[in-house]
């Protein structure tokens, strides 16, 4: 199929590949002053750090799934995959190539998430009921999607027998070791077994036997498991385009401080996909994307790029939600758990705040 036709008007033509937290967040403001092209594999935006609790309580992701079209008013939404780039044409999996004055790629990290929303909606469903028919639960994994699923049901469920199995010599390594402690602290106090330096081998669990075992030849009896390892980054279509040459050896888009892929002047890449040396983070994501706006904004009107708006990575701030009142903070200035970085993040997930920053109401 040939190139997609602009709707006749002289703005520029952005397209941006991925509808995430840094690809909404830029989308949305761009959207009235460019010929905006939003490419996604799915017809939503999910707001990433609340799947967890939205796995233990399924009603929670109705305000958590928001449909492009509802705060995307004046952009295009294309939902198809990104299979490749030219020179100024964006390639997707449905065989239509999107050309483009500007491009921006957020494709974060690679979820096999459904195309539609409804269908997101049931698999949460099927999450919450595969959990509550569970007297016993194995979660693979101690990253930070282990240990807050982790949290969220030793405190929704208190009766029931959840095992963390990590590969790790500590919980939740990409923070300290003070926050790492604290976070095994809490859950052993809310009796979850947690076992470190062990793996359990994906390929040959069967959860019909109901039986687990370790690399270290331990035995875990558990009637479900949920897999929360990391995500492979989102950028292996790239990787005979003509941005190769851009990948670092982990596979990230090198950036410069303007967030422009290297050695180019109309492709820019945000979010999780660059090689900013800082925790990712949905918040920094968006701070990513008001970057990219800005610069979008100026060169479009054709400003000088000396004054171009340089980003300076954040000294992270990050919290890891335990249940529905607690958490793990780590601050500049030192690391808190219990009710004070639970009262930030873990009573509403920030739901609400996103909601407002996307135009949509309370």
Request: aromatic share 6%; charged share 25%.
């Amino acid at each position: 199929m040939g190139g997609v036709a602009g709707d006749g008007s002289s703005r520029s033509r952005v397209v941006v590949v991925g509808g995430g937290v840094a690809g909404a967040f830029l989308a949305k403001p761009l959207q009235f002053v460019a010929d905006v092209v939003v490419i996604d594999s799915k017809e939503y935006f999910e707001m990433p750090w609340t799947e967890l609790r939205s796995m233990v309580e399924p009603s929670f992701s109705g305000r958590t799934l928001i449909k492009h079209t509802d705060y995307l008013s004046n952009a295009r939404i294309i939902t198809s995959s990104a299979v490749g780039i030219t020179e100024d044409q964006v390639l997707t999996a449905d065989g239509d190539s999107i050309t483009f004055d500007y491009l921006v790629i957020a494709t974060g990290h690679a979820y096999s998430t459904p195309k539609s929303r409804d269908r997101r909606l049931e698999q949460f469903e099927q999450d919450s009921q595969k959990i509550k028919s569970s007297q016993s639960i194995l979660i693979v994994g101690g990253g930070p999607t282990g240990v807050e699923l982790a949290g969220e049901i030793a405190v929704d469920y208190p009766e029931k027998k959840v095992t963390i199995v990590h590969k790790g010599s500590r919980l939740l390594e990409f923070l300290g070791p003070k926050a790492s402690k604290k976070a095994l602290h809490w859950l052993t106090s809310k009796k979850v077994d947690v076992l470190l330096g062990q793996s359990v081998d994906l390929n040959s669990i069967s959860e019909a036997d109901g039986a687990y075992m370790t690399s270290a030849g331990e035995k875990i009896a558990a009637d479900c498991h949920f897999v929360c390892i990391g995500k492979p980054l989102g950028s292996s279509w790239l990787q005979n385009s003509v941005l190769k040459d851009c990948l670092n050896e982990k596979g990230r888009l090198m950036v410069d401080e303007c967030f422009r892929v290297r050695g180019r002047s109309n492709i820019f890449a945000i979010g999780d996909i660059t090689d900013v040396p800082e925790i990712k983070e949905g918040y920094i994501a968006q701070k990513h994307s008001a970057v990219v706006s800005k610069n979008l904004q100026l060169l479009m009107k054709g400003g000088k790029e000396s004054k171009l708006v340089k980003y300076k990575a954040a000294s992270a701030t990050t919290i890891v939600s335990l249940g529905r009142k607690e958490g793990v903070g780590q601050f500049p200035f030192g690391t808190v758990i219990g009710c004070l970085p639970g009262r930030i993040k873990s009573k509403d997930l920030f739901v609400e705040k996103t909601r407002k920053n996307l135009g949509l109401d309370s």
